[in-house]
């Protein structure tokens, strides 16, 4: 099986229409493109969802990755974030950085609207902060 970025894009917007997002009505959906220690593709997806107290709420990026983590997947070779906004929004910073801890490489942004932006984290995110300090 060979993902694409429009099958992680679909995986990513069917998981916005989970979020919970109360406060704001903007909805986030993710989706990771990982590979399982024999090599096998899996699909993990996320959705962000808000709290009245804001430093418990999550971003949809985060929450896949915590979900992959969970299921022992180590590897992410891209995440697909989907969003209404136009043109279509990036991970946050803190994604970003998050997203960095697990080299992921390729970013895949799309929204309802059918615009797609692809990017490299290294492109979102110059200068990491990485275990041996800052990426330079």
């Known amino acids: 099986m060979s993902v694409s970025d429009q099958d992680l894009l679909d995986v990513a917007k069917k998981y916005a229409a989970n979020a919970y997002a109360p406060l704001s009505n903007y ?3 993710a989706a990771l493109l990982c590979r399982d220690a024999a090599g ?3 699909i993990i997806g996320g ?4 709290h009245i107290i804001l430093s418990l709420s999550n971003c949809a990026e985060r929450v896949a990755i915590q979900t992959a983590m969970a299921e022992g997947l180590r590897t992410i070779e891209a995440v697909a974030v989907y ?3 136009s ?3 990036a ?3 803190s994604c970003r950085q998050m997203l960095h801890s697990f080299k992921v490489g390729r970013v895949i942004m799309g929204n309802d ?3 797609i932006r692809i990017s ?3 492109e979102l995110l110059p200068l990491a902060f990485d275990l041996e300090g800052p990426v330079r």
């Open 47 to 50: 959705c962000n969802f808000e």
């Open 91 to 93: 991970p946050c910073g």
């Open 83 to 85: 969003t209404v906004s």
């Open 120 to 122: 490299t984290l290294s």
């Open 27 to 29: 909805h986030v959906g």
């Open 113 to 115: 609207r059918g615009e």
């Open 40 to 42: 096998n593709e899996r």
């Open 87 to 89: 043109p279509p929004a």
